[in-house]
């Protein structure tokens, strides 16, 4: 049984997994300065890892496609992915370490990540085909921008082929390619690369109207929730409740796998954007990644 008592739609990732390695510090220094800093952690991350892992927790079956080193990383994602129940039959190994992030979180739980992708640029195109062919009952396929683009162009095409529906979180942002857009049926930007793919930051409706995907989008919005945006330019607004933020780290992640388990359990859109925002804000009270998410019984009671 899932989060909200139905049967979850399968779910596969393509994407990254990484260790992250986090500083945290009340002041951030500048170039050329040292500073003492509160707390280091290591964390299970990557933004296709805690999409999986979020979506898993809220009772989805997911099958994670990727690619870790022969490394202790890499060996304590594995385990972590056995722990979480997340399907890894198509998780392959690599003589490249496995991929980490370096995160910074000051005072405010705002963060800076410099990623290094390691074996995550090494996934193979036709592993990836692959995988999205032979999963059974597959519904949803999500992917971001931390692998290759040809591969999550070559999952999604398969994907499509099999009348599933695809979900592309641009992050960090890349230029998407026209046949890559052709085959995306949600696009889940921030602020940020609502900017780098539009133009301008989704400060007014009339900006967000004129979105140029023309796709079914949802822009997320930090502590402002987030506004989904239909093909026909709708706009739905969904407010985030009001928390005190200590790490906004995969935050964006949490609403991505959260809003992929709901969509793939058949919930319509807006109240899957609405379970995606509420538990996003319950993860930036809490430090790290995957480490923040919520477990399915806490799921549970937010809805
Ligand atoms: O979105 C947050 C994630 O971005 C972190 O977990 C880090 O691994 C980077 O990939």
Redesign the pocket.
Known sequence: MTANGIKSGVIAVVG?A?M?LTAYADVLPEPGQTLAGQLFTTGF???GA?QAVMAAHCGAEVHFIGKIGIDVFGKAIEENFAKVGIHAKYLDRSETPTGI?H?WVDGNGENR?I?IPGANHEIEVVKAVEAIESIKDLAVVVAQC?IKQEVTLAAFKAAKSRGCTTILNP?PFQEISPELMAVTDWIIPNETEFRELHGELPTSDEVLKNFRSRKNSIVTLGRQGAVYISPDTQLTKVEAPKVTAVDT??A??AFVGTFAYALASGKDPVSAMSMGVKVASLSVTRKG??SSYPDQAEIATLS
């Open positions: 990254s990484m992250d991350g990557g933004k805690n992030a995160i990540i990623i931390e992050a780290t995969g964006g992640d990644a995957q």
